[in-house]
Structure formats: structure tokens, C-alpha cells
């Protein structure tokens, strides 16, 4: 993504603040996948397509340079900001034109290739035990998702994923078992690739790493409530720590 930003840098469009944003949004409306490896889907592909086909003037980064270069001029004082603006105004508002006379054919034209594109992202790769393809899917019992095979009830053959994480597919497969490795993304959070199996090799080291901290975490809670408990020791009981005495109720004559 770094490498995206820098181009801008290069082209000259975008500015400090937009340029990651830019990038970001890319990513959530499934125009680009990967991390070290950035590549363009086929929707995002078919977006600028249609776009350069139908108003060439929206997909010019000539454009957006050239208002971007009067904004500096403003600042600078060497344009009149109401000039601009006019101009501005003028040249959206006959692109905007354009662009509505064609929306029913630019609309047709996207809305195939995003449902195609939603076919092919939810299928994951091939199922290890049948041949069919393994799916994205939404158990309707727990609202879980998982991977399942599209053979099932022949195939139960199942991946568990993680919750509340959206799940792009990589094109990648996994070196130790061949099976595909999905990229797991999380508000917030970095996202990463990982083999779709729970118990594949490449999971080894990181399993032992989390099975260690939780021993790790085990004994020192252990260890505390041993030395509480020594410390609590060598203390004198104080009064208001014993259980408090019940008075005897007094029989009425
Ligand atoms: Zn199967
Ligand atoms: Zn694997």
C-alpha cells in the first residue's frame, strides 16, 4: 500500500491527508486485494473500464491534478478563489452530464461484473475431499461464518474462520497441504494471510507461541495467589475480617 501512496506522490494527486485514505477505500470496496502483493480485482478493473469508455474525463488524473494545482495557486495568492471555484463548478457540471445520459449503460455494465465478482470472491478455492468448490459461508444457527464445501450434505467438509473479520480472497495456496490461504482483515487491526487449516504446519510455531503464553499466563496467576496468600499469612487477623458473631436473640418472656 505504501508503494500506491508513493505513486500518487509521483503523479502528484492526492495530498498528504487523502493520499492513505484513498487507498483504504480501495481495499473496502474490493478494488484491490493483497498486502505485499497488491492486485487489482477484476471488478476494480471493469470499473475503470467502463469509466474510460463512457466520461474519460472522470479517470484522467489530469483532473484531479489540475484543481488540486489551483488550490496551491489560492494559497499562493496567484488565483482568485471565486475563479476557481466558478470553473471548477463548470467543468463538474458538464462531466456530471455526460455521466447521467449514460448511467443505464455504465450501471448494466458494472452490475454484471460486480455480481460475477461476488460469485468468484466467495469461492475460496477446492475442496481436499470431493472437488467442489469451498464457499464463505454464514451458518444460519449461530451466524458463524466458516468455509464449507458446496458438495455439502455429500461433503461436510468444513474450515473454521475468525468472527467479525472480513475474508478476501488471496489466489494463494498454502506450501504445506495446497490449501488456500485467505487474508484476514479487522477494523483496526493489521491484516495478515493465513492457511485456511487449524492444524497446518505453518500455524505450528504460532499454536506453540499461544499455547505458551496461556501456560505463561496460568502460572503467574498462580504464583500471585500463592504469594497473596503467604503475605496474608504473617498478617495479624484484624477484627473486622472475622465473621461477625450472631447475637442470640433474646426470648420474649
Ligand atoms: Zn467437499
Ligand atoms: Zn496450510
Known sequence: ???????????????KSTRANTVQTLYDRGYIIGINNIQVTEFGTTIVETLR????????EDLTKKFEEDVEKIQAGELKKD???KEAEETLTKILAGFKEKEAKIGERLKKSYYR???????IGTCPNCGSNLIIRVSRASRKQFIGCSGYPKCTTGFPLPQS????????????DNLPII???????????????????????????NEEKKKKAESKLDKKFEETFKENLKKPISESALPKRRQPKLQKP
Not at 165 to 176: E, L, N, Y
Request: hydrophobic share 35%; charged share 30%.
Open 1 to 15: 500500500a505504501a508503494s500506491i501512496v508513493r505513486k500518487m506522490e509521483d503523479i502528484g494527486i492526492g495530498t
Open 165 to 176: 473479520a472480513i475474508i478476501v480472497k488471496t489466489g494463494k495456496f498454502c506450501q504445506h
Open 183 to 209: 487474508q484476514v482483515v479487522r477494523k483496526g487491526k493489521r491484516k495478515f494471510d493465513m492457511c485456511i487449516s487449524p492444524t497446518c504446519k505453518s500455524k505450528e510455531e504460532w499454536n506453540k507461541k
Open 83 to 85: 475563479n476557481v471555484v
Open 117 to 123: 465478482a461476488r460469485q468468484e470472491q466467495a469461492i
Open 53 to 60: 469508455d463512457y466520461v474519460p474525463e472522470l479517470t484522467s
